[in-house]
């Protein structure tokens, strides 16, 4: 069974990819399961990935919100998948909390994104996080 970390890596994989092609997510999930110890595919990924694109406009929505300097279909998509799966955490999966949801976005961002992207991601889901702790209390 895979912890929580991989199934954010292969759910943040998989969404980015998916920013590639014009498939469905079921052929991106069948792609995945050819794929088989790579990227490991549970029925927790698949929901995780199904719920970014079911809520993409608002997760969007709040991106744009919050880049003042670059327009969602400007900003790289490593960037994007990264901050729609954290922003899609913070607000939908009451497991995981606002800050580990971050955290875990920043060390995606670390590994696959450049560094000029890490300060970018960062700054952007900061901002997010003070204002949805603001609404929270």
């Given at each position: 069974?895979?912890?929580?970390?991989?199934?954010?890596?292969?759910?943040?994989?998989?969404?980015f990819?998916?920013?590639?092609?014009?498939?469905?997510?079921?052929?991106?999930?069948?792609?995945?399961?050819?794929?088989?110890?790579f990227?490991?595919?549970?029925?927790?990924?698949?929901?995780?990935?199904?719920?970014?694109?079911?809520?993409?406009?608002?997760l969007?929505?709040?991106i744009?919100?919050?880049?003042?300097?670059?327009?969602?279909?400007?900003?790289?998509?490593?960037?994007?998948?990264?901050m729609?799966?954290?922003?899609?955490?913070?607000?939908?999966?009451?497991?995981?909390?606002?800050?580990?949801?971050?955290s875990?976005a920043?060390?995606?961002?670390?590994?696959?994104?450049?560094?000029?992207?890490?300060?970018?991601?960062?700054?952007?889901?900061?901002?997010?996080?003070?204002?949805?702790?603001?609404?929270?209390?």
């Amino acid at each position: 069974m895979a912890g929580r970390r991989e199934v954010r890596q292969a759910a943040f994989l998989l969404s980015f990819e998916k920013l590639f092609l014009d498939d469905d997510l079921e052929k991106i999930f069948e792609g995945a399961e050819e794929l088989g110890e790579f990227i490991p595919l549970n029925d927790e990924v698949k929901k995780l990935v199904r719920g970014i694109f079911d809520k993409q406009d608002e997760l969007d929505a709040i991106i744009a919100k919050y880049s003042d300097k670059r327009a969602v279909n400007r900003i790289p998509k490593v960037d994007l998948a990264v901050m729609r799966l954290a922003i899609y955490e913070a607000l939908y999966d009451d497991k995981v909390p606002v800050n580990v949801a971050i955290s875990e976005a920043v060390g995606l961002t670390e590994k696959y994104a450049l560094d000029p992207d890490i300060s970018f991601v960062n700054g952007l889901l900061g901002a997010f996080a003070k204002d949805i702790k603001k609404d929270g209390e």
